[in-house]
């Protein structure tokens, strides 16, 4: 054992479910309200109670907002911190020093991935048979809607969002788009993960339909420019345009699988204009 490790405290984790949890990433605040036990979960981070972007804004109601510092979760004193894995670095690392019990998330980039984050935040709250119901009432209604979709003819949808972004295959929006009965355009040009597509080739691609975040939408910045260009409105009238409620894709919780209903819905509403 080295001397610096001697010196920190250890890492200690509660024999039974712990009384006192902290979130401090918009994905695990939504996990863990919809899983917590009253008085279990005591804080979430500011971004739970922004009802533009969490879906349980409401539930944040009453519970201790946190910015994700390292001092403000530390004087909480809680017995266990759930995070996502690419947010907070430094307070996480921080809190793991001082000998905090943090339980890191990956970002849900599939049904299957939000089943087994849903399951694991169940266990890590004591809180397992709660979670295999959320779990198991997901894939009824994922069955369900597959069951509706088979007639659906599978028109190409693309994604296009500030700074030019968009999706492809191995991201939680492609597996929205084709649990929705559609086929996800950066999937088709053999795009994985997210990355710039650029205005012309998305033109040159002429997907089916269009689709672009409400919160992109809205976004007034010189990074949402090219969302009003001249030659997007030329290719994608309103009739081939789609507007996805961020709020159900930007984390995977057993919630996400209303964004296939809301996605199919809106294209529908689209054609008709």
């Given at each position: 054992m080295t001397v610096l490790a001697m010196m920190l405290p250890a890492v200690g984790i509660a024999a039974g479910p712990p009384d006192?949890?902290?979130s401090v990433n918009l994905c695990t605040d939504q996990l863990a309200m919809l899983l917590a036990r009253p008085g279990q979960l005591i804080s979430v981070s500011h971004l739970a109670a922004d009802e533009t972007i969490s879906l349980m804004s409401a539930e944040a109601v009453g519970l201790r907002i946190n910015h994700g510092l390292a001092e403000e979760i530390?004087?909480?004193?809680p017995d266990l911190v759930v995070a996502g894995k690419y947010t907070t670095r430094a307070t996480v690392n921080l809190l793991k020093r001082l000998g905090k019990h943090v339980e890191e998330f990956d970002p849900a980039r599939s049904f299957e991935d939000i089943s087994e984050n849903t399951r694991r935040m169940g266990g890590l709250l004591g809180e397992e048979d709660a979670a295999e119901r959320l779990?198991?009432?997901m894939h009824l209604e994922l069955m369900r809607l597959h069951a509706e979709g088979k007639a659906l003819n599978r028109p190409i949808l693309g994604s296009f969002g500030s700074n030019s972004y968009t999706s492809g295959a191995e991201t939680l929006e492609?597996?929205?788009?084709?649990?929705a009965g559609f086929r996800h355009l950066g999937d088709e040009i053999g795009i994985r993960g997210t990355t710039?597509?650029?205005l012309e080739a998305l033109v040159l691609a002429n997907p089916d339909y269009l689709m672009i975040w409400d919160r992109h939408r809205a976004n007034q910045s010189r990074s949402a420019s090219v969302l009003s260009h001249p030659a997007l409105d030329a290719r994608f009238g309103e009739e081939r345009r789609v507007s996805a409620d961020t709020r159900y894709w930007i984390c995977g919780t057993p919630l996400t699988v209303d964004a296939i209903q809301r996605l199919r819905d809106a294209v529908r509403g689209s054609s008709a204009k």
């Amino acid at each position: 054992m080295t001397v610096l490790a001697m010196m920190l405290p250890a890492v200690g984790i509660a024999a039974g479910p712990p009384d006192r949890v902290v979130s401090v990433n918009l994905c695990t605040d939504q996990l863990a309200m919809l899983l917590a036990r009253p008085g279990q979960l005591i804080s979430v981070s500011h971004l739970a109670a922004d009802e533009t972007i969490s879906l349980m804004s409401a539930e944040a109601v009453g519970l201790r907002i946190n910015h994700g510092l390292a001092e403000e979760i530390f004087r909480l004193e809680p017995d266990l911190v759930v995070a996502g894995k690419y947010t907070t670095r430094a307070t996480v690392n921080l809190l793991k020093r001082l000998g905090k019990h943090v339980e890191e998330f990956d970002p849900a980039r599939s049904f299957e991935d939000i089943s087994e984050n849903t399951r694991r935040m169940g266990g890590l709250l004591g809180e397992e048979d709660a979670a295999e119901r959320l779990v198991k009432q997901m894939h009824l209604e994922l069955m369900r809607l597959h069951a509706e979709g088979k007639a659906l003819n599978r028109p190409i949808l693309g994604s296009f969002g500030s700074n030019s972004y968009t999706s492809g295959a191995e991201t939680l929006e492609n597996d929205i788009v084709g649990k929705a009965g559609f086929r996800h355009l950066g999937d088709e040009i053999g795009i994985r993960g997210t990355t710039r597509l650029p205005l012309e080739a998305l033109v040159l691609a002429n997907p089916d339909y269009l689709m672009i975040w409400d919160r992109h939408r809205a976004n007034q910045s010189r990074s949402a420019s090219v969302l009003s260009h001249p030659a997007l409105d030329a290719r994608f009238g309103e009739e081939r345009r789609v507007s996805a409620d961020t709020r159900y894709w930007i984390c995977g919780t057993p919630l996400t699988v209303d964004a296939i209903q809301r996605l199919r819905d809106a294209v529908r509403g689209s054609s008709a204009k």
